[in-house]
């Protein structure tokens, strides 16, 4: 049962163009939410996070929005850029009172492809 | 400052043997993670320790176990190995134990299993 989904396999958009990558999820403990990077032959990196309290995170280039009722988050990347091709995971998380400790629950990711 | 480090980068087993992945944190992070990506699916949790202990764990079998040393380095020990254990095994760590602590990966280590 997927808890944290990604629809999309794979995205592509030309160089300087809005990317979207959406992410819906079923958990209605899930109150955080991050968007992770991942280059062929590395780890995933860090991206953004949002926390329920707020519906929308911007960074630079990356805004990530939270619908709650909808259950729904999505990544913009504007501009887009030719280094942002990568595989992104969508991942979430919820917090057990003061402990804090329940793993993230990845997407199985989109792969993002920038057309220059 | 160095990232989390992990070895071997790949590793070839037969069916049957036992595998041991490696994984050093961020130095000053005591949470470590451990992840499975398997070919077409996202990264599954597997194990997470904190100062030594084991936090959480995900829904595999007992043959997937680890531990946590002193110096907060990370074990990964697969038991009794299957075709389906192939994967790419991802290691974090985060400074501390909460789960909205940012985690850092590392590059992975490349599991094959004959």
């Known amino acids: 049962d997927q808890q944290v989904k990604q629809n999309s396999p794979s995205l592509s958009v030309q160089e300087g163009r809005i990317s979207i990558l959406n992410c819906d999820y079923t958990n209605s403990m899930f109150d955080y939410f991050l968007w992770y990077k991942k280059y062929p032959a590395e780890g995933p990196t860090f991206l953004i996070s949002i926390s329920s309290i707020k519906d929308k995170n911007e960074d630079g280039r990356f805004t990530v929005f939270l619908n709650k009722s909808a259950k729904h988050l999505s990544l913009h990347i504007v501009p887009s850029q030719p280094g942002d091709s990568a595989v992104y995971f969508c991942?979430?998380?919820?917090?057990?009172?003061?402990?804090?400790?329940?793993?993230?629950?990845f997407g199985k990711g989109t792969r993002l492809s920038v057309i220059a | 400052e160095a990232g989390v480090t992990q070895s071997p980068t790949h590793l070839i087993k037969t069916r049957g043997q036992q595998a041991t992945l490696r994984c050093s944190p961020i130095?000053?992070?005591?949470?470590v993670y451990w992840y499975q990506q398997a070919l077409g699916l996202g990264l599954q949790f597997l194990l997470w320790?904190?100062?030594?202990?084991?936090?959480n764990r995900g829904n595999f079998p007992p043959r997937f176990s680890g531990r946590q040393f002193p110096n907060y380095s990370s074990e990964l020990n697969v038991n009794a190995l299957e075709l389906e254990d192939s994967a790419l095994y991802l290691c974090a760590s985060s400074l501390g134990g909460l789960s909205t602590d940012t985690q850092y990966f590392g590059p992975g280590t490349r599991l094959t299993v004959l």
């Open positions: 130095s000053g992070h005591t949470s």
């Open positions: 320790y904190d100062e030594g202990e084991e936090r």
């Open positions: 991942a979430a998380t919820g917090r057990r009172g003061n402990s804090g400790n329940t793993p993230l629950v």
